[in-house]
């Protein structure tokens, strides 16, 4: 069971977690993008682009399966229906917690849960990982991706794009329909 073999499997039961292709963002402020990401860890998370960029960078640092594990886990909640959740709880075990783990988390090893609580699965089972994992990357990660060449090569092309001729022309033909 190789790393990509777990990167797959997870991409089969949860697929709401994929590369960022066709979702729109959750968010309707102002800041987006690059900007937005560099506000906090959470509006990069909630923006599908900023996690496949994110994600991308952790590959190259080794640690996917941190930014893999906290989607897993948030797409955990939404499930419904018992024999669903085990089977997600499951998989989840098996790809980031279990000692044969292919994708292992670096978790403190009191709060690693056993296999019986499987049978019992409920939406916060995973919470205490998941706010470890979260913190890893926040207090890790996350202020090196803000300097690394994959998020200020992408800030970059946004402020292209931003004063590309196009989009000059297309804001000044907006701003000609709004005020008259």
Not at 22 to 32: D, E, I
Request: charged share 30%; glycine share 4%.
């Amino acid at each position: 069971f190789s790393k990509e073999d777990a990167v797959l499997s997870i991409l089969f039961f949860f697929p709401e977690i994929n590369d960022g292709e066709g979702h729109p963002s959750s968010s309707h402020q102002a800041l987006k993008g690059t900007s937005k990401w560099a506000t906090s860890l959470e509006n990069l998370l909630e923006d599908p682009e900023g996690v496949k960029r994110f994600r991308e960078f952790l590959k190259k640092e080794f640690s996917e399966e941190n930014v893999l594990f906290w989607l897993a886990c948030e797409e955990f909640k939404k499930t419904q229906g018992k024999k669903q959740m085990q089977e997600k709880a499951k998989e989840i075990y098996m790809t980031f917690l279990s000692s044969k783990a292919s994708s292992q988390v670096n978790v403190e090893g009191q709060s690693r849960l056993s296999e019986t609580i499987l049978e019992t699965p409920h939406p916060l089972m995973f919470q205490k990982l998941q706010d470890q994992i979260f913190n890893l990357m926040k207090y890790d990660s996350y202020s090196r991706f803000l300097k690394s060449d994959i998020f200020l090569n992408h800030k970059k092309s946004e402020e292209q794009e931003e004063n590309s001729p196009e989009a000059q022309t297309a804001a000044k033909r907006a701003s000609r329909i709004y005020n008259t």
